[in-house]
Protein backbone atom coordinates (compact mmCIF):
# COMPACT_ATOMS: atom_id res chain seq x y z
CA UNK A 1 0.00 0.00 0.00
CA UNK A 2 1.57 3.38 -0.86
CA UNK A 3 2.00 6.01 1.08
CA UNK A 4 -0.32 8.94 1.60
CA UNK A 5 0.29 12.40 -0.73
CA UNK A 6 0.80 14.08 2.53
CA UNK A 7 3.64 11.77 3.83
CA UNK A 8 5.60 13.12 0.93
CA UNK A 9 4.89 16.30 1.80
CA UNK A 10 5.35 16.66 5.24
CA UNK A 11 8.61 14.49 4.35
CA UNK A 12 9.80 17.05 2.03
CA UNK A 13 8.80 20.28 4.30
CA UNK A 14 10.83 18.50 7.58
CA UNK A 15 13.88 17.48 5.28
CA UNK A 16 13.77 21.60 3.46
CA UNK A 17 13.45 22.80 7.07
CA UNK A 18 16.47 20.54 8.14
CA UNK A 19 18.78 21.61 5.31
CA UNK A 20 18.30 25.61 6.30
CA UNK A 21 18.87 24.75 9.56
CA UNK A 22 22.29 22.54 8.97
CA UNK A 23 23.28 25.34 5.68
CA UNK A 24 22.15 28.70 8.15
CA UNK A 25 25.72 28.33 10.13
CA UNK A 26 27.09 27.81 7.28
CA UNK A 27 26.37 30.51 5.01
CA UNK A 28 26.44 32.96 8.29
CA UNK A 29 30.47 32.28 8.13
CA UNK A 30 30.73 32.34 5.00
CA UNK A 31 29.01 35.63 4.20
CA UNK A 32 31.04 36.87 7.37
CA UNK A 33 34.38 35.82 6.41
CA UNK A 34 33.68 37.96 2.92
CA UNK A 35 32.89 41.34 5.20
CA UNK A 36 35.31 43.66 6.18
CA UNK A 37 35.94 43.55 10.37
CA UNK A 38 33.37 46.87 10.54
CA UNK A 39 30.51 45.42 9.15
CA UNK A 40 31.29 42.02 11.26
CA UNK A 41 31.08 43.98 14.19
CA UNK A 42 28.09 45.96 13.62
CA UNK A 43 24.56 45.50 12.49
CA UNK A 44 24.08 41.64 11.32
CA UNK A 45 23.33 41.81 7.78
CA UNK A 46 21.91 38.92 5.56
CA UNK A 47 23.20 40.29 2.42
CA UNK A 48 26.74 42.16 2.70
CA UNK A 49 26.67 45.05 1.75
CA UNK A 50 30.86 45.52 0.69
CA UNK A 51 32.49 42.41 -0.33
CA UNK A 52 36.17 41.13 -0.23
CA UNK A 53 38.31 38.92 0.37
CA UNK A 54 40.87 40.32 2.24
CA UNK A 55 40.60 37.98 5.54
CA UNK A 56 42.06 35.11 3.45
CA UNK A 57 44.80 37.15 2.81
CA UNK A 58 45.39 38.64 6.17
CA UNK A 59 44.61 34.94 7.68
CA UNK A 60 47.79 33.87 6.86
CA UNK A 61 49.96 36.54 8.26
CA UNK A 62 47.69 37.63 11.34
CA UNK A 63 49.16 34.34 13.39
CA UNK A 64 51.17 31.74 11.67
CA UNK A 65 48.10 29.85 9.95
CA UNK A 66 50.70 27.77 7.44
CA UNK A 67 52.92 26.30 10.57
CA UNK A 68 49.34 25.34 12.22
CA UNK A 69 48.14 23.53 9.34
CA UNK A 70 51.70 21.37 8.62
CA UNK A 71 51.73 20.64 12.09
CA UNK A 72 47.92 19.12 11.90
CA UNK A 73 48.49 17.10 8.87
CA UNK A 74 51.62 15.88 10.37
CA UNK A 75 50.06 15.01 14.02
CA UNK A 76 46.71 13.68 12.49
CA UNK A 77 48.15 11.85 9.58
CA UNK A 78 50.54 10.10 11.48
CA UNK A 79 47.81 9.50 14.65
CA UNK A 80 46.04 8.00 11.03
CA UNK A 81 48.53 5.49 10.10
CA UNK A 82 49.42 4.66 13.11
CA UNK A 83 45.81 3.99 14.51
CA UNK A 84 45.04 2.36 11.18
CA UNK A 85 48.04 0.00 11.05
CA UNK A 86 47.96 -1.27 14.81
CA UNK A 87 44.07 -1.84 14.27
CA UNK A 88 44.26 -4.56 11.54
CA UNK A 89 46.84 -6.25 13.03
CA UNK A 90 45.23 -6.35 16.76
CA UNK A 91 41.90 -6.85 14.82
CA UNK A 92 43.09 -9.68 12.46
CA UNK A 93 44.63 -11.53 15.47
CA UNK A 94 41.67 -11.21 17.67
CA UNK A 95 39.03 -12.10 14.71
CA UNK A 96 40.96 -15.21 13.68
CA UNK A 97 42.24 -16.93 16.41
CA UNK A 98 40.44 -18.44 19.61
CA UNK A 99 42.60 -16.59 22.09
CA UNK A 100 42.09 -17.01 25.98
CA UNK A 101 40.36 -13.76 27.33
CA UNK A 102 39.12 -12.59 23.69
CA UNK A 103 35.94 -11.40 25.02
CA UNK A 104 37.45 -9.63 28.09
CA UNK A 105 39.80 -8.01 25.89
CA UNK A 106 37.32 -6.19 23.33
CA UNK A 107 34.83 -5.51 26.31
CA UNK A 108 38.02 -4.11 28.00
CA UNK A 109 39.14 -2.21 24.53
CA UNK A 110 35.54 -0.48 24.13
CA UNK A 111 34.98 0.20 28.15
CA UNK A 112 38.11 2.54 27.57
CA UNK A 113 35.41 4.92 25.48
CA UNK A 114 33.49 5.14 28.54
CA UNK A 115 35.50 7.92 30.51
CA UNK A 116 36.01 11.41 29.44
CA UNK A 117 39.28 12.52 28.12
CA UNK A 118 39.94 15.18 30.45
CA UNK A 119 40.87 12.04 33.57
CA UNK A 120 43.98 11.43 31.59
CA UNK A 121 45.05 14.53 30.92
CA UNK A 122 47.49 15.41 34.08
CA UNK A 123 48.23 11.40 34.19
CA UNK A 124 49.85 11.87 30.28
CA UNK A 125 51.28 14.92 31.25
CA UNK A 126 53.23 13.62 34.64
CA UNK A 127 54.26 10.75 32.21
CA UNK A 128 55.67 12.73 29.42
CA UNK A 129 57.33 15.08 32.39
CA UNK A 130 58.93 12.23 33.98
CA UNK A 131 60.19 10.32 30.96
CA UNK A 132 61.86 13.54 28.94
CA UNK A 133 63.81 14.26 32.92
CA UNK A 134 64.68 10.61 32.74
CA UNK A 135 65.90 9.78 29.05
CA UNK A 136 66.04 13.09 27.19
CA UNK A 137 63.34 11.81 24.89
CA UNK A 138 60.59 15.28 24.72
CA UNK A 139 57.37 14.13 24.48
CA UNK A 140 55.99 17.00 26.20
CA UNK A 141 55.44 19.98 23.90
CA UNK A 142 56.48 17.93 20.78
CA UNK A 143 54.35 16.28 17.83
CA UNK A 144 55.57 12.89 18.66
CA UNK A 145 54.23 13.62 22.41
CA UNK A 146 50.62 14.79 20.54
CA UNK A 147 50.17 11.82 18.00
CA UNK A 148 50.74 9.43 20.89
CA UNK A 149 47.83 11.02 22.97
CA UNK A 150 45.94 10.99 19.96
CA UNK A 151 46.20 7.08 19.68
CA UNK A 152 45.13 6.18 23.16
CA UNK A 153 41.75 8.08 21.94
CA UNK A 154 41.21 6.62 18.61
CA UNK A 155 42.87 2.89 18.81
CA UNK A 156 40.88 1.13 21.05
CA UNK A 157 37.41 1.84 18.71
CA UNK A 158 40.09 1.16 15.63
CA UNK A 159 40.10 -1.99 16.99
CA UNK A 160 37.02 -2.59 18.11
CA UNK A 161 35.25 -1.58 14.71
CA UNK A 162 37.68 -3.41 12.61
CA UNK A 163 37.25 -6.58 14.74
CA UNK A 164 33.94 -6.49 13.93
CA UNK A 165 34.44 -6.27 9.86
CA UNK A 166 37.00 -8.54 9.80
CA UNK A 167 34.14 -11.24 11.68
CA UNK A 168 32.29 -10.44 8.48
CA UNK A 169 34.66 -11.48 6.37
CA UNK A 170 34.84 -15.62 5.89
CA UNK A 171 37.47 -17.56 7.36
CA UNK A 172 37.14 -19.56 3.92
CA UNK A 173 39.32 -16.87 2.18
CA UNK A 174 42.23 -17.14 4.68
CA UNK A 175 41.84 -20.83 4.52
CA UNK A 176 41.79 -20.99 0.42
CA UNK A 177 44.77 -18.02 0.57
CA UNK A 178 46.93 -20.59 3.32
CA UNK A 179 46.27 -23.62 0.55
CA UNK A 180 47.47 -21.29 -2.16
CA UNK A 181 50.74 -20.95 0.07
CA UNK A 182 50.16 -17.90 1.83
CA UNK A 183 50.92 -17.77 5.35
CA UNK A 184 49.04 -15.89 7.60
CA UNK A 185 50.19 -12.29 6.93
CA UNK A 186 50.10 -13.01 3.34
CA UNK A 187 46.57 -13.85 3.77
CA UNK A 188 45.77 -10.51 5.60
CA UNK A 189 47.40 -8.00 3.10
CA UNK A 190 46.46 -10.59 -0.07
CA UNK A 191 42.72 -11.06 0.58
CA UNK A 192 41.58 -9.60 4.26
CA UNK A 193 42.63 -6.17 3.61
CA UNK A 194 41.07 -5.64 -0.04
CA UNK A 195 38.02 -6.82 1.18
CA UNK A 196 38.16 -4.69 4.22
CA UNK A 197 38.90 -1.25 2.30
CA UNK A 198 35.60 -0.08 3.43
CA UNK A 199 36.07 -0.82 7.12
CA UNK A 200 39.90 0.40 7.40
CA UNK A 201 38.24 3.32 5.53
CA UNK A 202 36.15 4.01 7.84
CA UNK A 203 38.52 3.66 10.22
CA UNK A 204 41.09 6.31 9.12
CA UNK A 205 38.16 9.04 8.78
CA UNK A 206 37.38 8.26 12.74
CA UNK A 207 40.95 8.21 13.28
CA UNK A 208 41.80 11.73 11.35
CA UNK A 209 38.75 13.55 12.44
CA UNK A 210 39.62 12.78 15.90
CA UNK A 211 43.45 14.16 15.83
CA UNK A 212 42.23 17.07 13.29
CA UNK A 213 39.80 18.52 15.52
CA UNK A 214 40.89 18.03 19.27
CA UNK A 215 41.36 21.02 21.61
CA UNK A 216 41.90 19.76 24.96
CA UNK A 217 45.30 18.30 25.01
CA UNK A 218 46.53 20.04 21.86
CA UNK A 219 46.23 22.99 24.47
CA UNK A 220 48.13 21.17 26.52
CA UNK A 221 50.77 19.21 25.40
CA UNK A 222 51.89 21.72 22.59
CA UNK A 223 53.71 24.98 22.59
CA UNK A 224 54.63 27.89 20.23
CA UNK A 225 56.21 25.62 17.70
CA UNK A 226 53.93 22.92 17.38
CA UNK A 227 50.51 24.06 17.96
CA UNK A 228 47.78 22.94 15.98
CA UNK A 229 45.04 24.54 13.99
CA UNK A 230 42.56 23.86 16.73
CA UNK A 231 44.22 25.62 19.29
CA UNK A 232 46.06 28.22 16.93
CA UNK A 233 42.82 29.44 15.73
CA UNK A 234 42.31 31.31 19.15
CA UNK A 235 45.21 33.74 18.35
CA UNK A 236 42.48 36.01 16.54
CA UNK A 237 41.20 36.93 19.42
CA UNK A 238 43.55 39.47 20.93
CA UNK A 239 43.76 41.74 24.44
CA UNK A 240 42.62 44.50 21.84
CA UNK A 241 40.56 43.32 19.47
CA UNK A 242 38.75 39.97 17.80
CA UNK A 243 39.00 39.59 13.95
CA UNK A 244 35.74 37.98 13.72
CA UNK A 245 35.86 38.19 9.57
CA UNK A 246 39.08 36.59 9.46
CA UNK A 247 38.31 33.75 11.98
CA UNK A 248 35.51 33.05 9.83
CA UNK A 249 37.78 33.12 6.77
CA UNK A 250 39.71 30.62 8.71
CA UNK A 251 37.55 28.22 9.65
CA UNK A 252 36.15 27.67 6.66
CA UNK A 253 40.20 27.20 5.41
CA UNK A 254 40.57 24.46 8.09
CA UNK A 255 37.67 22.26 7.29
CA UNK A 256 38.64 21.97 3.68
CA UNK A 257 40.81 18.91 4.01
CA UNK A 258 38.46 17.30 6.34
CA UNK A 259 35.35 17.89 3.81
CA UNK A 260 36.85 17.00 0.89
CA UNK A 261 38.15 13.57 2.58
CA UNK A 262 34.74 12.70 3.91
CA UNK A 263 33.43 13.58 0.18
CA UNK A 264 36.15 11.49 -1.41
CA UNK A 265 35.38 8.75 0.80
CA UNK A 266 31.95 8.86 1.92
CA UNK A 267 31.32 5.78 -0.02
CA UNK A 268 33.40 3.38 1.99
CA UNK A 269 32.77 4.89 5.25
CA UNK A 270 28.77 4.51 5.05
CA UNK A 271 29.89 0.95 3.48
CA UNK A 272 32.53 0.52 6.92
CA UNK A 273 30.15 1.42 9.03
CA UNK A 274 27.09 -0.33 8.18
CA UNK A 275 29.37 -3.70 8.14
CA UNK A 276 31.60 -3.09 10.77
CA UNK A 277 28.00 -2.68 12.86
CA UNK A 278 26.59 -5.69 11.73
CA UNK A 279 28.25 -9.61 12.17
Known sequence: MAPPPSFFWSRRIFLT????????PVYVMASSSLKP????????????????????????STIPLARYFVNSLIVAGAATVCSVVIAVFAAYAVSR??????????????????????????PLFLIYVNIGNATGIALFGSRGGLILTYLTFSLPFSVWMLIGYFDSVPKDLDEAAMVDGCGPLGALFRVVVPVAIPGIVAVAVYAFMTAWGEVLFASVMTDDTTRTLAVGLQGYSTLNNVYWNQIMAASLVVSVPVVAGF?????????????????
Open 17 to 24: LLTGFVLL
Open 37 to 60: LADVTGEFRWLPSRLTIRPYIDIW
Open 97 to 122: YDVRGKRVFTVTVLSTQMFPGILFLL
Open 263 to 279: LLLQRYLVTGLTAGAVK
